[in-house]
């Protein structure tokens, strides 16, 4: 059986996640690659290249409609595209219930944008390459206080991640960090390529996955930094075979 984990004990977030499994499907120039020539639906269009904060800004942005459309017209595999759908529609469902709007109405800003797209698209094709058996996740980590976005300063955990756990059966933990470890689109990420739990996946593996990679044989390994300054390590991930 093969097993694709992830050590969440830094956080998560989307590029965390894209970088891990670039790395870990043994074609990762191939995947930039692709998403370098890619030219998506519309693209540029309807959204600012500029945001920086996850969804949380003033103005218009993509629809969820749109972003499925995109999505599916988008030049990937099918099997890639299903996986970006999951994400979106996981994101889509939190943002929603932040903003109380429907999934028809709510609108993507930074996690809408073409990179954002693409990253969702990359991972995908990353997870259709490694075709691992499972997904299993450990217990993630979050920090704490507040961070700066375009309404001000907002609560970490943030709001999307809040909404995100109360529809996902993953352990949560706090970290003495005083700033974001999980970001929606990371979050997201995990429950839209079906990362599952240790005891959800029917795995006994003790604190940190030490029991499950005690006794799996490691076929390949990776640590991938997110964008944001956290003074901790990046997130782990493992391919592994028991």
């Known amino acids: ?35 370098e020539k890619e030219t998506l639906k519309g693209e540029h269009e309807g959204h600012d290249d500029r945001e920086k904060h996850h969804g949380h800004s003033h103005g218009h942005g993509r629809s969820f409609r749109k972003v499925r459309e995109i999505i599916e017209e988008s030049g990937f595999s099918e099997a890639a595209k299903e996986t970006a759908l999951d994400i979106y529609s996981h994101i889509a469902e939190a ?16 996690v809408g944008r073409d990179e954002a797209v693409k990253n969702a698209l990359a991972i995908g094709m990353a997870l259709e390459i490694i075709a691992p058996d499972k997904v299993v996740v450990s217990d ?43 970001t929606p689109s990371g979050l997201a990420g995990l429950m839209g390529i079906g990362a599952q739990t240790e005891t959800g996946a029917g795995l006994t593996c003790g604190t940190y996955g030490d029991g499950l990679l005690a006794q799996a044989k490691v076929l390949a390994e990776t640590e991938a930094k997110g964008s944001r300054a956290t003074g901790r390590p990046g997130l782990k991930a493992y391919l592994l075979e028991i």
């Open 140 to 182: 993630i980590y979050d920090g704490h206080g507040t961070i700066l976005c375009s309404h001000g300063e907002i609560s970490v955990p943030v709001p999307a991640v809040m909404a995100l756990r109360e529809k996902c059966s993953y352990v949560f933990r706090s970290a003495d960090v005083e700033t974001e470890m999980v």
């Open 95 to 110: 943002e929603a219930k932040v903003h109380d709007a429907t999934l028809e109405t709510v609108h993507f800003h930074e």
């Open 1 to 35: 059986m093969k097993i694709l984990y992830f050590d969440c004990s830094n956080g998560i977030s989307g590029d965390m996640l894209l970088n891990a499994v670039s790395s870990l499907s043994g074609n990762g120039p191939r995947i930039y690659e692709m998403m």
